[in-house]
């Protein structure tokens, strides 16, 4: 039992990732539609590549989206509009005429114009409520069928241009005055009418949208049926027109029929193995490529994380309305894994993510197209994510790669642009300001998962911090070496390729640790008595071994990222403190302990720590050169970097003899230009 905990701690590593790798596929094909996969690939305009195409069952020829949206259109143009009649009003009305009319006209008038007057009033009430008064000026065309509801029930069947709308009493109030030549009382009548006056129809929107609703329901989204065994193309033939309608709804019929409680366990357990199938290989590019990155839990997470949550964001566009398809910012994937990692284990990873994301869109060949070309563009375009106006150069770019083969795909589908759908463009530009996003999410990114990015890197660069400042105070002549060491190596990584801007901060505070002693080293001895001289000489190694042990607590401290720490811990590998290991060995006939003098390691175990190793180095000893030389440069150079070869501290590195020359060559010229080589004027 014992030996199999300590065999389950020893390989906890990996099967922490076995673990993720279980879960992230799992969570995957769960996203995945639930449906399955027509075998056949084709495209609108294109010839059927496949064998001739018989009908394995019967099925319905299902109409298109546009035959539908016209029927719907048909539909809603001739809908019959509901309005609920108040009964009461016109009794109501007919009572307040009686009353307002005796007192409005006197019985001073004649009489026989009193008694007309009345009757063209009593008519005019007819007239007006005949089909009756709407509440509100409503905005329908004249010609909208009508049906008026008393209680729930039809009382009438009419046309809208029929009911009275609430600006047109005063006409008809004019125009029977007209008719029996009552001008002269027009002002009094209409007054009286007005205050009288009610509406008695008012617009059931509810029952009206409910009625719509019902005659859609009555659409067939079928025309006609095919029997099983019919041709429905044949190999060669042009996917277009009714061909292409019955193949999309021999598509839809058969993804319909597959996804039966029969073999659901089966196509599942399909989807299963196809994403754990990609996902393996990611972790084998990892394994194989990147070790660094395999070996850290952390980031192994990390890009399993994005990977699902970029799927997911997907499907949830997906469910809502395919359209919108283009608004996710899948772009964002590959800045982000190029900002923590490096640019091919970026595409890497974002190619992946896209051919798992075949098996969720609609039209996946062409999307996939799109977003692996875009991916490619976004990996050779952002060089520097920091800088703000490359990143928007970039995206601009990646927008208009989109704009351009979306247009390119359209064409070919359509053979026109006349039918272009534009708003698909605007989804693009949404898609380009999302992708904007990026730094606000690799900052988030760097809180949660403890990573560093270029752009923290430049902040840690900048020599106003609160612990370089201290270390430009404690220690001026230390702070000036890291500077000096700073430019070498980043000239050196520019020359062999590496990361500049990791190798710059990491010289900047390789050694912060001589702060807590900072006499004890030369650069700070400004009065020329050493310390040293009142201390043994293994005292003394101690000291000046200590100081790495000391950046690392101080580092740690001021939470700076490991990635800068390891320059801290690998800057002097497992060298030997010579001048006090030579000086203990001429005062003693003994054999030394090498041990006692040695830095406690590691060895640089990247390309960037042995580039500072070697910078460092130079840099250091170059102090000591007397009326240098070019010659003397060169021979100083190559033994200092040849000594460090033959103590084996760059076998952990993937660095080659080939880049350490160009390194070598590198130092030698900047030593050249740090020391003026140049004739001497006279005085």
Same mark, same amino acid.
């Given at each position: ?44 305009g294109?010839?059927?590549?496949? +064998? ?13 989206? +546009? ?28 009572g ?29 009430? +007819? ?10 000026a ?53 007054s ?14 509810? @029952? ?45 019929? !058969? ?46 997470t ?7 949550? =970029? =799927? ?10 395919s ?6 910012? =899948? ?40 977003q692996?070309?875009?991916? =490619? ?18 995206v ?31 989804? @693009? ?16 990114y ?82 020329g ?24 607590e101080?580092?740690?401290?001021n ?20 001048y ?18 040695? !830095? ?22 170059s ?56 004739? +001497?004027?006279?005085?």
């Amino acid at each position: 039992m014992k030996d199999l905990i300590n065999k389950l701690y020893r390989n906890h590593s990996l099967i922490y990732k076995g673990l993720l790798f279980i879960s992230a596929t799992f969570l995957i094909v769960y996203l995945f539609p639930k449906s399955g996969k027509f075998k056949y690939n084709f495209e609108k305009g294109k010839p059927w590549q496949s +064998e001739n195409l018989y009908a394995p069952f019967d099925f319905a020829i299902k109409k298109s989206n +546009e035959e539908i949206e016209a029927e719907k259109e048909t539909i809603a143009n001739n809908a019959v509009l509901y309005f609920n009649l108040d009964s009461i009003v016109v009794n109501k009305v007919k009572g307040a005429y009686e009353t307002e009319f005796n007192n409005v006209f006197s019985d001073t008038i004649p009489r026989l114009d009193r008694n007309l007057l009345f009757n063209v009033g009593k008519a005019t009430i +007819e007239k007006l409520y005949k089909n009756g008064i709407l509440d509100q000026a409503y905005d329908f065309p004249d010609e909208k069928p009508v049906v008026i509801l008393n209680s729930r029930t039809i009382t009438e069947k009419t046309f809208f241009s029929n009911l009275i709308k609430p600006d047109a009493i005063s006409d008809v109030i004019t125009n029977s005055l007209l008719v029996k030549n009552l001008e002269a009382y027009k002002s009094s009548f209409v007054s009286l009418f007005f205050d009288i006056i009610e509406p008695n129809l008012s617009f059931d929107k509810s @029952f009206t949208d409910k009625a719509l609703q019902d005659e859609y329901k009555n659409i067939s989204y079928a025309r006609g049926s095919v029997e099983r065994g019919t041709l429905i193309i044949s190999k060669g033939e042009i996917v277009e027109g009714d061909k292409y309608l019955l193949l999309n709804s021999l598509k839809s019929e !058969y993804e319909s029929q597959v996804w039966s409680a029969s073999n659901y366990n089966w196509i599942l357990f399909a989807y299963t193995l196809l994403v754990a199938l990609a996902l393996l290989m990611l972790l084998l590019f990892l394994r194989k490529y990147r070790q660094s990155v395999f070996d850290d839990n952390t980031k192994v997470t990390f890009i399993f994380f994005n990977i699902f949550l =970029i =799927i997911f964001i997907t499907t949830l566009v997906v469910n809502y309305n395919s359209k919108y398809i283009y608004v996710v910012p =899948i772009c964002i994937l590959p800045l982000v894994f190029k900002a923590f990692f490096d640019a091919r284990l970026g595409l890497f990873a974002h190619v992946i993510t896209v051919l798992l994301l075949g098996f969720i869109v609609p039209n996946s060949y062409e999307y996939m197209f799109l977003q692996i070309i875009a991916g =490619i563009v976004t990996i050779l375009t952002v060089s520097e994510l920091y800088k703000r106006a490359n990143l928007f150069i970039s995206v601009g770019q990646i927008t208009l790669i989109y704009i351009v083969a979306y247009f390119a795909f359209f064409v070919i589908h359509e053979g026109t642009v006349e039918t272009i759908k534009w708003e698909t463009f605007a989804w @693009f530009i949404l898609c380009g300001l999302a992708t904007l996003f990026v730094q606000p999410l690799i900052y988030a990114y760097e809180k949660l998962f403890g990573l560093v990015s270029d752009v923290s890197l430049l902040e840690l660069s900048d020599t106003n911090s609160k612990l370089l400042k201290e270390l430009s105070n404690k220690a001026p002549g230390t702070f000036h070496h890291s500077l000096n060491v700073a430019n070498l190596a980043e000239a050196c990584a520019n020359e062999v390729g590496a990361n500049a801007m990791l190798i710059r901060v990491g010289a900047l505070y390789h050694d912060i640790g001589k702060m807590k002693n900072p006499t004890y080293f030369t650069e700070n001895q400004s009065t020329g008595i050493s310390p040293h001289d009142e201390l043994s000489s293994r005292e003394s190694a101690k000291i000046i071994v200590d100081h790495v042990i000391n950046g690392i607590e101080i580092a740690r401290k001021n939470k700076l990222p490991d990635r800068v720490i390891d320059f801290i811990r690998t800057h002097h590998g497992t060298s030997i403190v010579y001048y006090f290991y030579m000086k203990e060995k001429e005062l003693q006939d003994v054999i030394v302990d090498k041990l006692d003098y040695s !830095y406690p390691g590691p060895k640089p175990f990247s390309k960037e720590t042995a580039i500072l190793m070697m910078c460092d180095s130079v840099e250091a000893a170059s102090k000591s050169l007397k009326e240098p030389t070019s010659t003397k440069i060169d021979v100083f150079v190559e033994n200092i970097i040849d000594k460090q070869i033959e103590e084996e501290q760059f076998l952990n590195a993937n660095i080659t003899f080939k880049e350490i020359e160009s390194i070598k060559k590198v130092l030698k010229h900047k030593l050249a230009n740090i020391y003026h080589l140049r004739i +001497e004027y006279p005085e």
